[in-house]
């Protein structure tokens, strides 16, 4: 495997490693690396993925400056390497919501992490990512996302997965591609708050989509959130005819 670097907004950085033999065509694991005087990290990765991860960090700045470790929610492929970064980066810290601290990673991360309020901002320099509760959405009781505000980028976790080895950006659909891969896995908590949830990510309109799994969007995200909306709207109501 090897782990792949593109650029998709000013200074944020998509490492991306295919794995062929997830699923019926393969699998991207993306994380998402913001280059600045507090460097942030969103996905660690599973800890098998560590040296892959590390070594494609420090193509871009030493990994002993990061500053910060986030990621949605708590799974392998999110923060499976949260412990090895922490040791690999002294100045580093776990940085989630106050539920996932609360229920989670108080115990599991080696240092204790920050615990952030819905809403709350972390100033790197340049940039400054907003966090943003999302309960189950797509899944998990703690899930989270992070609006990035100087470039519109929305870190957006799980939303949007796709399927197979799609470029590293691009600004066709993307939301048929997620129903396919929601009709494979069906990883989405389908609840009367799915749809609202996202379509309050809509309004912060941003203009790259960075998906943990599959293609980053450019383009109108607010629309694409939208129809994502619809789309598990859509699937809720089909599922309780």
Same mark, same amino acid.
């Given at each position: 495997m090897e782990t792949?670097?593109?650029?998709?907004a000013n200074r944020i950085y998509r490492l991306s490693t295919f794995v062929p033999d997830i699923g019926p065509i393969g699998f991207t694991f993306n994380q998402y690396f913001i280059d600045d005087d507090e460097p942030l990290l969103f996905h660690t990765g599973p800890r098998a993925m560590f040296p892959?991860?590390?070594a494609a960090i420090a193509t871009i700045t030493p990994l002993a400056?990061?500053?910060?470790i986030t990621f949605g929610h708590v799974e392998?492929?999110?923060?499976?390497?949260?412990?090895?970064?922490?040791?690999?980066?002294?100045?580093?810290e776990v940085a989630h919501g106050a539920l996932g601290c609360m229920v989670s990673l108080n115990d599991l991360a080696d240092r204790v992490p920050v615990s952030l309020a819905d809403g709350q901002v972390i100033e790197l320099g340049e940039h400054r990512v907003r966090h943003i509760d999302?309960?189950?959405?797509?899944?998990?009781?703690? &899930?989270?996302? !992070?609006f990035e505000?100087?470039?519109k980028t929305l870190l957006c976790g799980d939303?949007?997965?796709q399927l197979g080895d799609p470029p590293a950006v691009t600004s066709d659909d993307i939301v048929g591609s997620a129903s396919q891969a929601e009709d494979v896995f069906g990883a989405t908590c389908l609840t009367p708050r799915t749809g609202p949830t996202i379509r309050n990510l809509a309004s912060l309109g941003p203009t790259t989509l960075a998906v943990m799994h599959g293609s980053c969007f450019a383009g109108?995200? &607010?629309?694409? !959130?939208?129809a994502l909306a619809d789309e598990y709207d859509a699937r809720l109501a089909n599922a309780i005819e």
């Open positions: 792949r670097i593109n650029e998709v892959l991860v590390a400056r990061l500053r910060w392998a492929d999110e923060c499976g390497a949260m412990n090895e970064l922490l040791a690999a980066a002294p100045n580093a999302t309960p189950h959405v797509p899944h998990g009781w703690e &899930a989270r996302v !992070l505000e100087k470039t939303l949007f997965t109108d995200g &607010a629309t694409t !959130l939208l």
